[in-house]
């Protein structure tokens, strides 16, 4: 049997621009490619002899959806080369304003990007005209998420408050009192998308590659720890020794770099699945039960 080759360039409702080449020879897939077509950013030489506090506003135009994590990263970075150690309360902003950038990547990632294809859609317009007020409420969940990143950072993107060793700008007592009644208002839809999407028809995705994630005793950290875990290997180590521990090559068919653990070869999973497994115990009851629902478990 003659080998099937398929190749899907541009891939749609991604965040960032990519190409996909598959190989199909006696019924079984024998080459999957993934090629990131986008050219080198060059942030490491834009960067070179600015001030440190240039770093994190030019760093977080890496990207436009996740600029708050650049700018956390980076200070926290320039922080470790001063010895400058923040309060908690400046750690508990950090966290606050990236919880915001999520609720905006995840409420994008799913109503925007995802539910067209499992719903049958081109693009997300057909499912605001079907379902208004389910429309209605995604965006509302990713406008939160834009208010809180602009109450703590600023701005909904490229935030401009954080800095080293604390914060410019804080909002007073009773913004954050009604941020967080907007906040408990949301729960119930967040909660009842999780019902939304375990009804979809998925297709069964396993990988036999590792989870890497932030870890803290208690906790469910996101961007206070320097220790990190890779779950399934069983072993942490710190921040500090990353390029040690995990090495970076290249591949012919991408612009992108892989990662892989230097101890197993294991290449790895970061983000939410990843703290899932290696914080389940921190996570919140509704949170836990959440989770399960969806079939996640550690």
């Keep these: 049997m003659a080998a099937t080759e398929i190749s899907v360039d541009h891939i749609a409702r991604v965040e960032g621009h990519g190409d996909i080449r598959l190989v199909i020879e006696d019924g079984q897939v024998t080459t999957c490619e993934m090629a990131v077509v986008e050219p080198a950013r060059l942030f490491e030489s834009m960067v070179r002899g600015r001030s440190f506090e240039e770093v994190p506003y030019i760093a977080s135009r890496v990207c436009g959806i996740c600029s708050s994590s650049h700018v956390v990263t980076d200070l926290r970075a320039i922080e470790q080369v ?20 999520y609720l905006q990547n995840h409420g994008t990632h799913l109503f925007v990007f995802a539910a067209p294809d499992f719903l049958g859609h081109k693009s997300v317009f057909p499912l605001a005209e079907g379902n208004p007020e389910l429309f209605e409420r995604a965006l509302g969940l990713k406008a939160l998420g834009n208010e809180l990143c602009t109450l703590v950072g600023g701005r909904s993107i490229h935030p401009i408050t954080a800095v080293v060793g604390g914060f410019t700008h804080e909002i007073s007592a009773d913004e954050y009192l ?10 119930e839809f967040a909660l009842a998308s999780v019902d939304l999407f375990r009804d979809f028809d998925t297709v069964d995705v396993q990988t036999e590659g590792d989870l ?16 990190l875990r890779f779950v399934r290997a069983g072993y942490d180590f710190s921040a500090q020794d990353v390029e040690e521990e995990i090495e970076e090559y290249p591949v012919g068919h991408s612009a992108a770099f892989l990662a892989r653990a230097r101890r197993t070869g294991h290449p790895y999973m970061t983000a939410a699945l990843a703290r899932v497994n290696a ?20």
């Design 279 to 298: 914080s389940w115990d921190a996570l919140s009851k509704d949170a836990r039960y959440a989770a399960a629902k969806a079939g996640l478990r550690p």
């Design 82 to 101: 001063f010895g400058v150690e923040v309060t908690d309360r400046t750690e508990a902003l950090r966290e606050l304003l990236l919880y915001g950038s």
């Design 178 to 187: 009604r941020l967080a009644e907007a906040m408990d208002a949301t729960r």
């Design 212 to 227: 890497l994630a932030m870890v803290a005793p208690g906790a469910y950290p996101v961007c206070t720890s320097d220790t």
